[in-house]
C-alpha cells in the first residue's frame, strides 16, 4: 500500500523545531559581541602604544602648532580684506603683515627648540627686566598707546608691540626657574617660600597690567600663577583662599568700570540693537550658527562685511564658524586639544623641575587663552579682548607664542627615549641616503645582456 504509507506520511502534523537554531543564533552573536570587544581591546593597546612612543609628544607640538598656523593664516586672509578696504588700506595689507609675523614667529620657534634647556633657564631674568621695563615706558602718557580702550601698547615704527604678551612668557620662565631651585633646596614644603616672591612677583606684573585696563591679559598671568603653583604641590586650601582673593578682586574691578560690568550683562543675550554693547557678541553668534556643518566657503562669510566688529582678531573664530562650519571649528578645537595633550605629558614625563614647571606654565597660558577666546565668542564668558593664540591676527602676541611652543619642542625632545629615536632615525635616513647614492652606480655599471641568438 503505497497510497497509504503516502497518505498517513501527509497527514502527519508538521514537526516542532528543535529549539538549536536560537541557540546557534545566541552562540553566533556572542562570538561577534566577543570579537568586536578583542577588536576594540586590540585598538586601544595600539593607540596607548602609539602614545606611548618617545616622539609622540615631539610630533603632536610640532604638528598640530604648525596646522593651528596656516589654518590662521588662511583665516586671517579672509576675514581681513574687508577691513582693510574700509580704512582705505591694500586688500593684503593685515594679512601680509601676519605673514612677516609667522615668518619671524617660526624662526624664533627653531631657535627655541635647538637652544638647550639650560639657555631658556637663562633667559628667565634678562626677559622678565625686559618686560617690565617695557610695560613701566606703557604707562607713560605719550610712549603707550590705547587700543579699544586699553593702553597696553607700544609704536615701534611701523609696528606696535604689546609688552604684557611678553610678560607671560616671563612669568612662566621666571617662576619656573624660581620653583625649581627651591625645590633642589627643599623649600617648598613650607607654603611661605612657596607664594614668595613668586606671588608678589606676579601681582606686581598684573599692577603693571591693569595699570593699562587690560583685564584679559590679567587673567591668563592669574592662570599661569595657578598652573605654576599647582605644578609645584600647594595645597589646596591655599588654593581656595587664592581664589576668593583673585574673585573678590575681579568683582571690584568690574564693579568699577562700567563697560566690563557691561560685558558681563552680555553673556547668553541673544539679539541686540547696532548701538548697544552687545552687537558684538550677539553677531559672534550669528556666525556661528549660519555657518552650518561644512559652512558658506571659504571667504564667503556676510558677517566680516561690517555686522562683526574685530573679525581678524578676538573674533576669528566666529568666521571660522560662518565659513568653515561646524568641521572647521571642531578641527580648531582638536588642535588645541592635542597641542594641550602634548604639554601635559611632557611635563608629565621629565624628572627635571625646571622643564615640568616650564611646560605646565606654558601649556596653561595657551590652553587657558584658548578656553577665555572661544568661550566668549560662544556667549559662555564674557568678552576679555585676548586672541585666539597661533590662530588670530597680531604679531605681538604671536612671536612670544611661537617662542614657548619652541621651547616645548625643546623639552619634548629631552624626553627620556626621544634623543635617542631621533639620532636611531636621523642615521637611518643618512644610511638610506647612502645607499641611494651607491646602488644606481653599481646596476649602472653592470653589463648589458646580449640578446640569445636564434638557431
Known amino acids: 500500500m503505497p497510497g497509504q504509507v503516502r497518505g498517513r506520511t501527509a497527514a502527519r502534523p508538521a514537526e516542532r523545531p528543535s529549539g538549536r537554531l536560537p541557540v546557534i543564533s545566541a552562540t553566533s552573536t556572542t562570538f561577534r559581541a566577543a570579537g568586536r570587544a578583542a577588536a576594540l581591546r586590540g585598538a586601544s593597546a595600539r593607540l596607548r602604544r602609539a602614545l606611548d612612543r618617545p616622539l609622540t609628544a615631539y610630533?603632536?607640538?610640532?604638528?598640530?602648532s604648525l596646522l593651528i598656523l596656516v589654518l590662521g593664516l588662511v583665516m586671517v586672509f579672509s576675514a581681513s580684506q574687508i577691513t582693510a578696504l574700509r580704512q582705505?588700506?591694500?586688500?593684503?595689507?593685515?594679512?601680509?603683515?601676519?605673514?612677516?609675523?609667522v615668518v619671524l614667529g617660526c624662526g624664533l620657534m627653531l631657535v627655541a627648540a635647538r637652544l638647550p634647556v639650560a639657555a631658556h633657564r637663562a633667559l628667565a631674568y634678562p626677559l622678565l627686566l625686559l618686560s617690565v621695563l617695557l610695560m613701566v615706558l606703557v604707562t607713560i602718557p605719550g610712549i603707550g598707546v590705547e587700543v579699544g580702550g586699553n593702553r597696553n601698547w607700544i609704536n615701534v615704527g611701523l609696528f606696535q608691540i604689546q609688552p604684557s604678551e611678553f610678560g607671560k612668557l616671563a612669568l612662566v620662565l621666571w617662576g619656573a626657574d624660581l620653583l625649581a631651585r627651591k625645590q633642589r633646596n627643599r623649600m617648598l614644603d613650607q607654603w611661605k617660600h612657596l607664594l614668595v616672591p613668586l606671588v608678589p612677583g606676579a601681582v606686581f606684573l598684573l599692577m603693571l597690567i591693569m595699570a593699562g585696563g587690560d583685564m584679559g591679559t590679567a587673567m591668563i598671568l592669574v592662570a599661569v600663577l595657578f598652573g605654576l603653583l599647582w605644578m609645584a604641590g600647594a595645597p589646596l586650601r591655599l588654593f581656595a583662599g587664592s581664589a576668593g582673593v583673585a574673585v573678590v578682586m575681579?568683582?571690584?574691578?568690574?564693579?568699577?568700570?562700567?563697560?566690563?560690568l557691561a560685558?558681563?550683562?552680555c553673556v547668553g543675550v541673544t539679539h541686540t540693537g547696532p548701538d548697544e554693547p552687545c552687537w558684538q557678541a550677539v553677531h559672534g553668534l550669528y556666525a556661528l550658527?549660519?555657518?552650518?556643518?561644512f559652512g558658506s566657503g571659504l571667504g564667503a562669510g556676510v558677517e566680516k562685511w561690517g555686522q562683526l566688529p574685530a573679525s581678524h582678531t578676538d573674533f576669528i573664530f566666529a568666521v571660522t564658524g560662518e565659513e568653515l562650519g561646524l568641521a572647521g571649528t571642531l578641527s580648531v578645537l582638536a588642535l588645541f586639544a592635542a597641542l594641550g595633550y602634548a604639554g601635559i605629558r611632557v611635563a608629565g614625563r621629565t624628572k627635571d623641575p625646571f622643564v615640568r614647571y616650564?611646560?605646565?606654565?606654558?601649556?596653561t597660558w595657551i590652553t587657558a587663552q584658548a578656553v577665555i577666546n572661544i568661550g566668549a565668542v560662544l556667549g559662555l564668558l564674557p568678552i576679555a579682548?585676548?586672541?585666539?593664540?597661533?590662530?588670530?591676527?597680531?604679531?605681538?602676541?604671536?612671536l612670544p607664542t611661537l617662542f614657548a611652543v619652541g621651547m616645548l619642542l625643546c623639552f619634548a625632545r629631552s624626553e627620556p627615549g626621544a634623543r635617542a629615536a631621533l639620532a636611531a632615525r636621523g642615521s637611518t635616513s643618512r644610511s638610506r641616503s647612502v645607499l641611494a647614492r651607491v646602488l644606481p652606480r653599481r646596476t649602472t655599471a653592470r653589463p648589458a645582456k646580449q640578446p640569445r641568438r636564434e638557431r
Open 59 to 64: 610630533y603632536l607640538l610640532l604638528g598640530s
Open 88 to 101: 582705505g588700506l591694500p586688500v593684503l595689507f593685515y594679512f601680509g603683515k601676519q605673514l612677516l609675523a
Open 250 to 260: 575681579s568683582a571690584a574691578l568690574i564693579v568699577l568700570a562700567p563697560h566690563r
Open 263 to 265: 560685558r558681563i550683562n
Open 289 to 293: 550658527a549660519s555657518g552650518g556643518l
Open 358 to 363: 616650564a611646560a605646565g606654565g606654558a601649556t
Open 385 to 398: 579682548g585676548v586672541p585666539l593664540p597661533l590662530f588670530s591676527y597680531g604679531g605681538s602676541a604671536l
